[in-house]
């Protein structure tokens, strides 16, 4: 670990750490299944519901987990999870042939569920174990966090599946959430003064809840509002990231890859930037949205396999910086007593939003190239960005959060 992560506290070091082994272990064990898929069904049918199943939990677990989250103790909720997901975890191995398959959709669905519950525990975790000061710093780890996952795991994941085997990297998952519940478990959380004061707001309704929050709180309507219209276009680049390396670059799985570990990569060289940032969070999200979608822009117009890498690290970049600066601004204004529904609803609506943009992206591929569809997405990230700079530069002390 390096000197930042020391300073950001030897507690969340272990999240980190935790993290890390948890979120490389799901990623090896989902290139796995959607190879086995393809091998035993020999389409990319089975593959669509089992992306569509992934998400579907979240409708219902995401505010049970980011309600749990406000009432019980945090490490209760992660170790728990972890420990639950073995068993799914290790269901796999018994799959074989296509009578086996609703093993794959039933595991994958509560695979989710625990992914639902766990997230918005963890993520109104940080708050607990880091000072306010940090939070910056924290929150561009958590996005290196994302890209070491993605280089480690998904790059990495097919190769091991294809070399030792799809059972492998099963018993290495299990294993993985095993690791993660006992880093997890010797962490030490302040928790007993905020479960306390979150039993204050228990008769509270969520909704009621949500209103005052965005009624007190400008940088939050409009970072709220900015979630929902940039989950709506994330399934553009979803979708394109596989048809770009397959078809439009003719790189095959191996691009597939090569794209996601350009990701991974931009994502932990955002660390770079994002942590030196002291101020203007929302102004600086913004700024990066719209450099976003100018790289998408200029991605979907060229056709040097080479450029595109160099143009998906820019993406994910970026993308790191933005997040980084987001969510700092919701850790600083939202109630402490109510981080776990607010992340837990974030990541309800994200992904329900998501999900269906994939769906659209996926009937739109039939009537655009896929090129034209990367087009509108990037401009569409453009135009997001502007809209929201130009209101929020009437309001003066909104730009400074």
């Not at 959709?105 to 174990?129: C, D, H, Q, T, V």
């Not at 990231?241 to 932990?268: C, H, K, R, W």
Request: net charge positive.
């Amino acid at each position: 670990m390096d000197q930042s992560m020391v300073k950001a506290g030897k507690q969340y070091r272990k999240l980190f750490l935790a993290g890390v082994v948890n979120g490389i272990g799901d990623r090896f064990s989902s290139v796995a299944i959607l190879a086995m898929l393809l091998q035993i069904t020999g389409s990319g049918f089975a593959v669509g519901i089992t992306l569509a199943i992934r998400l579907i939990p979240f409708v219902f677990f995401g505010p049970l987990g980011g309600w749990l989250a406000d009432r019980i103790p945090r490490k209760s909720i992660l170790v728990t999870t972890d420990l639950l997901r073995i068993i799914f975890a290790l269901s796999f191995l018994f799959v074989h042939s296509k009578e086996e398959l609703w093993i794959v959709y039933l595991s994958s669905f509560f695979l989710a569920a625990g992914e639902a519950i766990y997230s918005p525990a963890r993520k109104s975790a940080i708050p607990l174990l880091v000072n306010k000061e940090q939070l910056i710093k924290v929150n561009s780890l958590e996005q290196v966090l994302i890209g070491i996952v993605l280089i480690g795991g998904a790059f990495s994941g097919g190769i091991v599946s294809y070399i030792f085997g799809a059972h492998v990297t099963f018993w290495f998952n299990a294993a993985s959430f095993l690791g993660a519940a006992a880093i997890i478990s010797t962490i030490k959380f302040p928790e007993n003064k905020r479960v306390e004061d979150g039993n204050k707001f228990r008769k509270e309704a969520q909704l009621a809840v949500l209103k005052k929050i965005m009624l007190m709180s400008a940088p939050v309507l409009i970072l709220l509002i900015c979630e929902v219209l940039i989950a709506s276009m994330n399934g553009i680049d979803n979708v394109l990231i596989s048809v770009y390396a397959v078809n439009e670059f003719q790189l095959g799985d191996v691009g597939v890859g090569l794209f996601y570990g350009a990701l991974g990569i931009g994502l932990t060289l955002s660390y770079s930037i994002a942590n030196r940032l002291r101020k203007n969070f929302l102004v600086t999200g913004l700024v990066c949205l719209l450099l976003e979608g100018a790289s998408l822009l200029v991605l979907s117009r060229i056709h040097v396999a080479a450029f595109a890498f160099l143009l998906f690290c820019s993406v994910a970049f970026m993308s790191g910086i933005g997040n980084a600066c987001f969510d700092t601004i919701l850790m600083k204004e939202i109630p402490e007593e109510h981080h776990g529904m607010m992340f837990g609803l974030l990541a309800t609506i994200g992904n329900t939003i998501l999900g269906l943009s994939m769906f659209l992206s996926g009937i739109a591929l039939n009537y655009l190239a896929p090129r034209s569809l990367g087009l509108i997405g990037g401009i569409a990230y453009i135009l997001i960005s502007v809209i929201l700079l130009i209101v929020i530069s009437s309001n003066r002390e909104t730009c400074k959060r």
